[in-house]
């Protein structure tokens, strides 16, 4: 190893795992017959069930590894509106008003987990810390001037506003960027924390939660189904599917439409208070206009910088790029490249080819997912959603119900596409 990259007692796991390790649940039999069985435990399960249980329902949570072992305790924490779709190319693709509403899904999740948190008591170092995008060109910046400058639809506002190159060391200090834009509603937390508090709600609730449980198959049985697991067999009236970029060969209908990528991270040792306060003067959330995303932001207690991003055209375990993510951080904080890293991960985000989120049922079996990178709002609020539907109440009806969920030819779980798309998109962030 070379030690010069790496801090003492380095790891190759989640920083955020070392204040919130992984739940240890009192080992319960796997019921013969539940209401609602979910699949998955991250934050898309966990608000079903929510719903589920509090609606009345016996509501069991299985996962194949520890609760909350996928994205939902290794991502960022950094908390957007999350589409990744705009407005005006969802109104040419879908039309006016279903391009509306679901452009308004996306303010609707960031305003529901604001609301969530605080209705819940749910402590996990949430704050309204705004997010900086910065534009990684001079084109990058007028693109991103000239999209906010037009004065959204009712309903889409951001209060965003511009900051140029001249006012770039109010935001961050560093030349990388050549002006940026703020968005001061997005905030902050610490995700596994929020999963912790919403593992601790559902429990509390009644929900039923089993880890090491991996679900193998769904058969239909007479009104219900039977969820054949690594456990045993359960039967129940109705099946959630929560298991996004984690998505394998139980479900194959979900599995064809899925498209797991991997995103990376790195925390670095800590850093003096001065030099963090200097990088990071308002301590937002960052990410830039590039294709291959990164993203990065300083740890709740502000002693590190926790970097991520998509560093290599391949799938690798998260230790080998953990060179590569170095670099990228260095490329932007030329005076960090003698820190060294103390933790580095990585985790399976879960695309669409349409790039929007999914929620809905096909066979009877409810399911949510493709929250493409940017779910810890939507994977909340949309679980909620698919629990609300389970219940057969309207107010869980979304319009992303509306839209339908696409696969593509000769495409079965294996991103095959990937090394030529990630090549083109860092072609295309090389020239613009
Ligand atoms: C490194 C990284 C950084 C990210 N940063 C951000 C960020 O800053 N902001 C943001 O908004 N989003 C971010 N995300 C995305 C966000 O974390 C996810 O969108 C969100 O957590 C998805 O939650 P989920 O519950 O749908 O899926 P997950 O949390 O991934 O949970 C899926 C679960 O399903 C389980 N599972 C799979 N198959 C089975 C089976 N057959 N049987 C039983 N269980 C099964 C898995 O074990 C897993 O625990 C990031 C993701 C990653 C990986």
Known sequence: MNTQLYAPGYKAKPYWWDHTPRPALNEVPLPEKVDVVVIGSGYTGLCASLETTR?????????????????STRNGGQVATGLSVGYERLVRKHGKALGYAIAREGHNALAWICDFIEAESISCEFRRSGRFC?????RAYEALARMYGRPPPQGLETDCHMVTQADLRSEIDSDFYHGGV??????????????QGLLTRAIDDGVSVIANCAASGIDKSGSGFVVNTTKGSIVTH???VATNGYTGHATPWLRNRIVP??????????????VIDR???HDRMMTDTRKMVVY???CPERRRILFGGRVSVREEDAHSLAPALHRQMVQIFPELSATRISH???GFVGFSFDRLPHLGRQDGIYYSMGYCGSGIALSGYMGMRIGQQVLGLAEGDSPLNRVRYQGRPYYWGKPWFMVPALHYYKWRDALT
């Not at 910065?134 to 001079?138: D, E, W």
């Not at 990528?261 to 001065?274: C, R, V």
């Open 55 to 71: 609606g009345g329902r016996h509501t069991l949570v299985i996962d194949a590894q520890d609760a909350g072992w996928g994205c």
């Open 134 to 138: 910065g534009a990684h060109s001079l």
């Open 182 to 195: 703020v968005h001061p509603r997005h905030a902050a937390l610490n995700p596994a924390r929020f999963h």
């Open 238 to 240: 109705d099946v959630v």
């Open 261 to 274: 990528l991997g995103s990376y991270i790195l925390a670095t040792e800590p850093l003096s208070k001065d």
């Open 279 to 281: 990088l990071l003067p």
């Open 296 to 298: 990065y932001r300083t």
């Open 344 to 346: 580095m991960w990585m």
